[in-house]
């Protein structure tokens, strides 16, 4: 039998975030992205979410290097975490290089680390795969799709992208380089799904531009932008904005001011000289002269936007008539957050300008159908499989590449784990390997299992309490206790009956077993957490968590 | 000084929910609404947040009437909590009464309730107080504005309403009303402020009705349609529509058969002789012959929609090719478990219609920005309240008051538990009542306080361990233990060593508390706390709650 290509996703399919697709031919194998996720709400004190690389881990000695299409979280944020593991070299644009180094030197990881800075066109060889960078646009600078050659075809990986015919500080996703390979030929492309629901053909990001023209044009206010840090085109429209109406700059919160340092640096920022100004130099200015880009865009509770709304900035306070423009989107999960966030800037007399209020304040990063479509035309790969979304969008993008022409049977909607083998004649789903979720909790990567989870969710619920007594060694009899203590169970000082009540029904319980005989502390346990269980259900409609602590004495 | 009309919110501004407004004048107290709202996420383990109305159980005596403008939850959901506390008269619409009826059944407190059935256009007296109910469009049926005469001048209350041409099963709300009420002059307006934020005009309820014929024409599957249970008129329209071509209808889902059920007896609900089936009929039919009405429009893991989606329904298997209409929107903070239904669904091969993918699926039930003009320049208040928003709702909504006329100084922008006072020449806040949450855990109602939450959060983040010893009533030695009990915190089975390390911990805290003679035990626990956290947030970075308990023997 022909060797096959494998093609494997250990994450980003039927979830968000943590996007790491793995291609293997014979002995080598190439990791495309390790990103990160955030945890969902039943995961109860997680930090963040990796992917499990136990596949990888067990076939280090073979891989031969990770790629990495650009720089945001989902995409290269697993990294600190699996590099231990599978310390292959890192290849990536130099932006994301940038990105990813500050990362690992936090992490105290950058000495170990071997990245490798690759550019648009140039290819670049790691075991048998050639690899071609190719420019698309995407809401961070530095993003790139891999055409890679193989032994058997050209597999082509779009990563994050749409088109952009406007684009700001680069040029539109070259569009010829992958028509030339579609003439070439492509055994198998990998496409980005996530906006694969959405009609048309996304708005450029140059019309947030024209957006903050008309809102800076005879502003009278201070304003202040908040947008995704990682966004640096839309950084730079604030920055080319501000220099146009004569507006001085200043930036506040952590990512965002690591951010423009290192975009800036890469020279992927052009910033005019002396418009950036200190925090503690606002003061020095009028009102109608000043910007501040700042982080919050998502509510984040820590950020500086949201410092600022609740008073509790150490050098901006929001001043009555202060424009305040939130140029994103909220993530999903992230509504309540960023709706929180505007009221109390309301409440302080800012003038919001926001994804309710208004229009054009924010364009995806993603490739709306008709882009995905002409990307689908431009490669006409042989097989094709979505990527990067959930169930629905990749069965979506899958119509579309029926709708220009790929035939059903050489599409494959694939799952975390699932091994593809692709040949040059044929496609197919043939085994898994290990994958799935691995949950970071402070130091811990994957000691928070669903054991864990489900105590933690318990707790969560209804609290818990400890039911401490000593028993006769003798007699078994009731030498002290039995006391009740109680945690996020009922409010103790105005319990004092209920807890009463449970020590009665503690101490029923333990001369019940006497009377029958029972001694044994497992069945002891048992009917303390059953006797007061059903209690407490009756009574309270809640179920703590119930731990006896019986000692002998 | 003359009497002055006082105007309180004991819910409802400021949060969504748990809208409750009080009106008094002298002696006599109104109560306008009485509804709920939900456990937002850091509310861990609470079922139901209800308004604190202690002022009202303190003024029990002087309240003529609690009168409804509508059945919705955030407008009737509380009144099995505060009956007990307040039990005045009930008045309501027919709509209104019976679910109501149906809620206080189900508490088992029918018995208690004195409920009114009113009428649009029929005025009745409460005290000092003469209401008419004027009728409104709404996502409900039944629903009603107030017009109440007090001995100042007219109090208008607008509930929530929409400004419907075109409307199903009713009348246009009736703005000929508004505007012969405008003319005789009204002292105060309170308006609903839900889509102040919108811009022009909410589309009728009719042309989710046209969405719904493109999609039941020609179309040869099962459809299947969820939609909120209390919407008559969109539930009236999947059964007028599939009465139109040929489809049996059968309905699933308790809230859903209760409420048309409801509605049917009381005439909201025209449904055609024949055209309901039981679900273990559906069977005898061909596909292009079967509606499902459906609960699950906000993806609830126990609705039948989900139960579907999740193959855990008894009666009903999704087949290929179904089409599922999701005619809703998701209540902020439900996106992602609507996300994750619509993704199943995707899965077993259904065919989704949803938001996401279409348009023209849902309406909302309130006014947009031209309804909120056209409503106050009919009704030229001379004083106005906008109701039912969070902050930046009002906010907009007063300017959009102050467009029609209304001045500035005339408008008051309350919150929470804030006294209006309304002269017939003056409006202003003065003073404020009890007021805020009360959370609803189990039967507990107001006992999961803020030091509860505190510890299930804390619970729920990082989990607990018990240290249990017991110590030598002689020497202070250590008799047996240190035991470690943990939960939630690390999976115990892979944590020998972390535990072991934690036993020596207290053992060597104990030995050295008792070579500086420390004895007291609230010093001893508090070093074992405290040596504890500190190791664990080292070793782990994370921060158990600890309780240490020592036995004395």
């Known amino acids: 039998m022909a060797e096959k290509l494998k093609i494997i ?19 080598d194998i190439l990791v495309i992205d390790c990103g990160i996720g955030f ?13 499990n690389v136990a596949y990888l881990a067990k076939n280090r000695e073979r891989i031969c290097g990770i790629v990495l299409t650009h720089g945001h979280e989902d995409h290269i944020g697993s990294l600190p975490y ?8 890192i290849f990536a644009t130099d932006l994301t290089a940038g990105l990813v180094s500050l990362k690992l030197e936090e992490h105290k990881l950058l000495d170990i680390a071997d990245i490798n800075i690759i550019e648009p066109g140039k290819s670049f060889k790691i075991g048998c795969f050639t690899i071609e960078p190719i420019h698309v646009n995407h809401s961070i600078a530095g993003a790139v799709a891999l055409a890679i050659t193989t032994p058997l075809g050209i597999v082509l990986h779009t990563g994050d992208f749409k088109i952009d015919t406007t684009p700001i500080g680069c040029e539109m996703a070259d569009l010829t380089r992958f028509g030339e390979l ?12 996530t906006n694969a629901e959405r009609k048309g053909f996304s708005p450029s990001e140059r019309t947030v531009g024209h957006t903050f023209d008309s809102l800076f044009d005879r502003c009278k206010s201070r304003i202040i932008v908040t947008t995704f840090a990682s966004n640096i085109y839309r950084i730079q429209q604030i920055i080319d904005v501000s220099a146009r109406y004569g507006r001085k700059v200043a930036i506040t919160g952590r990512s965002m001011e690591n951010m423009i ?3 800036a640096e890469l020279g992927y920022l052009e910033i005019p000289k002396n418009i950036l100004i200190e925090l503690n130099q606002i003061k020095n200015f009028p009102k109608e002269q000043i910007t501040i880009i700042t982080t919050g865009s998502q509510g984040e509770s820590m950020s500086a936007l949201y410092r600022m709304a609740f008073s509790n900035h150490k050098q901006i306070e929001i001043i009555p008539g202060d424009r305040v423009i939130i140029s994103a989107s909220a993530v999903p999960g992230n509504e309540k ?20 209020s208004m229009e054009d304040l924010h364009v995806s990063g993603h490739a709306c159908q008709e882009e995905l479509k002409v990307m689908l035309a431009l490669v006409k790969p042989k097989y094709f499989i979505p990527v990067h979304g959930e169930q629905r969008h990749l069965i979506i993008h899958s119509e579309l590449a029926k709708s220009v022409g790929i035939p059903h049977q050489n599409i494959v909607i694939s799952d975390i784990g699932k091994v593809i083998e692709v040949g040059k004649k044929s496609i197919n789903i043939n085994g898994v390997v290990p994958s799935g979720k691995v949950l970071v909790d402070g130091t811990g990567i994957g000691d928070v299992g669903s054991v864990v989870l489900r105590d933690r969710k318990h707790l969560a619920q209804d609290g818990m309490l400890v039911v401490v007594l000593s028993l006769s060694s003798e007699d078994g009899g009731i030498i002290s206790g039995p006391d009740i203590i109680t945690r996020g169970f009922v409010y103790v000082k105005e319990a004092s009956d209920l807890i009463e009540e449970m020590r009665t029904l503690v101490t029923e319980t333990i001369y019940a077993c006497n009377a029958n005989d029972i001694t044994d ?33």
Chains 1, 2 share one sequence.
């Open 39 to 51: 945890p969902d709400g039943e995961m109860y004190g997680v930090d963040v979410v990796i992917p």
């Open 182 to 193: 579609g003439k070439k030929g492509v055994l198998c492309m990998l496409s980005d799904s």
């Open 82 to 89: 699996v590099l231990t593991d599978i310390n292959a070299p």
């Open 521 to 553: 502390w497992a069945t002891l346990k048992t009917s303390i957490k059953t006797a007061l269980s059903s209690y407490l259900y009756k009574t309270t409609r809640r179920s703590p968590m119930i731990l006896p602590v019986i000692m002998e004495v």
């Open 261 to 263: 340092r290192v975009a």
């Open 337 to 356: 957050t960023v709706s929180h966030i505007v009221n109390e800037l309301f409440r302080k007399g800012a003038e919001v300008m926001y994804r309710g």
């Open 9 to 27: 996703s250990l994450g980003g399919l039927n979830e968000v975030g943590k996007n790491i697709t793995v291609l293997e031919y014979k002995n």
